[in-house]
T-cell receptor, first 108, second 115 residues
Framework: QKEVEQNSGPLSVPEGAIASLNCTYSDRGSQSFFWYRQYSGKSPELIMFIYSNGDKEDGRFTAQLNKASQYVSLLIRDSQPSDSATYLCAVKKRALTFGSGTRLQVQP | EADIYQTPRYLVIGTGKKITLECSQTMGHDKMYWYQQDPGMELHLIHYSYGVNSTEKGDLSSESTVSRIRTEHFPLTLESARPSHTSQYLC??????????????FGPGTRLLVL
């Protein structure tokens, strides 16, 4: 079992829709959780992090954390073609352990 | 805006050569990391450092070595490059401290091709 699991996708949504990206993790002791966006051929860039159960909103992005169920999700409202990228979930241990990412395609 | 630099950006080299990938950051971050990422695949941590003279191996077995003599500099060395080392190498840094400070900022990466 991988420490951080993500569906590789691609997840395809129409422009303006809500994109929902999910991530599960195996270590119950994990404390903080990060979402990164990576465009093809580029380095990851931070979208947001969360460490408390519940929702955290930042603009069009909402991170949701459920420690009891060991999952974290990212919602992207009003999806735009420029949101098309791979979204990486990462869990804090010694360093960050990354999932393999979910490829999102937003169709114009 | 994070200021973290990697050189070279692209490197094509023959088998058996010694190479050093450079990484520097100007933010005074204590923590620095090296990841390896193949196209379309996940990032694998190969080395990290929590400060000067501190280095640790990551989760991915690697034939590379690192050093941390100065806070801002974290070079990665391959003593004898092999085709299996062909990959993208990403350097990152974070301020460390509390949970908020664990955010990692990535450099632009070095794409390595070993012939």
């Amino acid at each position: 079992q991988k420490e951080v699991e993500q569906n590789s996708g691609p997840l395809s949504v129409p422009e303006g829709a809500i994109a929902s990206l999910n991530c599960t993790y195996s270590d119950r002791g994990s404390q903080s959780f990060f979402w990164y966006r990576q465009y093809s051929g580029k380095s990851p860039e931070l979208i947001m992090f969360i460490y408390s159960n519940g929702d955290k909103e930042d603009g069009r992005f909402t991170a949701q954390l459920n420690k009891a169920s060991q999952y974290v999700s990212l919602l992207i409202r009003d999806s735009q073609p420029s949101d098309s990228a791979t979204y990486l979930c990462a869990v804090k241990k010694r360093a960050l352990t990354f999932g393999s990412g979910t490829r999102l395609q937003v169709q114009p | 805006e994070a200021d973290i630099y990697q050189t070279p950006r692209y490197l094509v080299i023959g088998t058996g050569k010694k190479i050093t990938l450079e990484c520097s950051q100007t933010m005074g971050h204590d923590k620095m990391y090296w990841y390896q990422q193949d196209p379309g695949m996940e990032l694998h941590l190969i080395h990290y450092s929590y400060g000067v003279n501190s280095t640790e191996k990551g989760d991915l077995s690697s034939e590379s070595t690192v050093s941390r003599i100065r806070t801002e500099h974290f070079p990665l060395t391959l003593e004898s490059a092999r085709p299996s080392h062909t990959s993208q190498y990403l350097c990152a840094s974070s301020p460390g401290g509390d949970l908020y400070q664990e955010t990692q900022y990535f450099g632009p990466g070095t794409r390595l091709l070993v012939l």
